[in-house]
Structures are given as structure tokens and as C-alpha cells.
């Protein structure tokens, strides 16, 4: 029968001492620390994802304020408009709206035609890269996980 986690702390309790959190640093294969890096390259996406669902959950009347509130506007003025009608469409105005909230916020509707559609492409497809990197990584983690909880459940048996 499988002995219970109580069992199982007993069993690697040496000299008074557990060594629960030993058998626990084995487990993580390796530092626990994310790269910085990598922190800061989350976090900024957090934070541009953060902000884009405030300006989707926002009222449409109030969208244009809130936008240059919140979103980074000393960029390019066609990277912006991009990114707003890429809000408008997440919001769900109307395509014939674009234009009169484009003039709201002081940016000719012309600047976003065509290079929007391949810039929003490309985009779309480095998150779909991304995302699978990250969830063939996860799934590998994950693996190795199980494996090491298998073996360990297997030196109490």
C-alpha cells in the first residue's frame, strides 16, 4: 500500500531533522530563479497586457482619453494607430467606426491600411512561436516532474 505524505516525512526525518526540503530542491532540477531577463520580458508584457484589457473593458466613448492615457504614445503614430484599431476590433466597434475614433485621437485612418494587416500578422505569429516554445518547455518541465515524483514515491514503496 502507498504510505501517506505523514509516512513519507517520517521516513526521511534524520536526526531530528527533515530532509523534506532536500528531497523538494532535487525535484526543481535546478535553480529556482527565473533569468532576469526573462523577468523583464514578462513583465513588460504584463504590464502592455494589462493595459490593453483596461482600454477593452473600457467604455467606447471614453476609449480615446483612456488610450493616450495609458498607452505608450511618443511611438510611431502608425504603430499607434495599429495598436488602436487592433482595441477597436477587440472591443467589437464596428469597422465604420474606425475611422471618426482614428480622427478622434489625431491619427489619419491612411496610416493604418496595409502594413497593419502584416504587421498585425506578424505579430500574431511570433506570439503563436512563443507561446508553443513556452508550452513545449512547460510539457518537458511537467515530464520531468512526473518522473521525478514517480521515482520518489518509488524509493518509500
Known amino acids: 500500500p ?3 505524505r505523514l509516512e513519507a516525512e517520517k521516513k526521511t526525518t534524520t536526526g531530528g531533522t527533515s530532509s523534506r526540503h532536500h ?5 526543481s532540477g535546478g535553480s529556482t530563479i527565473a533569468p532576469a531577463m526573462y523577468t523583464k520580458m514578462i513583465n ?7 493595459v490593453m484589457l483596461k482600454l477593452v473593458g473600457s467604455p467606447n466613448d471614453m476609449l ?3 488610450f493616450r492615457a495609458q498607452w ?17 476590433t477587440l472591443k467589437g466597434i464596428p469597422r465604420t467606426e474606425h475611422a471618426a475614433m482614428l480622427e478622434t485621437l489625431g491619427v489619419e485612418a491612411s496610416e493604418v491600411g496595409a502594413g497593419v494587416d502584416s504587421t498585425m500578422t506578424a505579430n500574431i505569429q511570433a506570439l503563436q512561436d512563443r507561446g508553443s516554445d513556452v508550452a513545449a518547455k512547460v510539457n518537458a518541465d ?3 516532474m512526473r518522473q521525478r515524483v514517480d521515482d ?6
Open 2 to 4: 502507498p504510505c501517506t
Open 23 to 27: 528531497v523538494n530542491a532535487n525535484l
Open 44 to 50: 513588460k508584457d504584463f504590464r502592455k497586457l494589462e
Open 64 to 66: 480615446v482619453d483612456m
Open 72 to 88: 505608450d504614445c511618443g511611438m510611431d503614430t502608425a504603430v499607434m494607430a495599429s495598436d488602436f484599431t487592433t482595441i477597436m
Open 142 to 144: 511537467l515530464n520531468q
Open 152 to 157: 520518489f514515491r518509488k524509493a518509500f514503496r
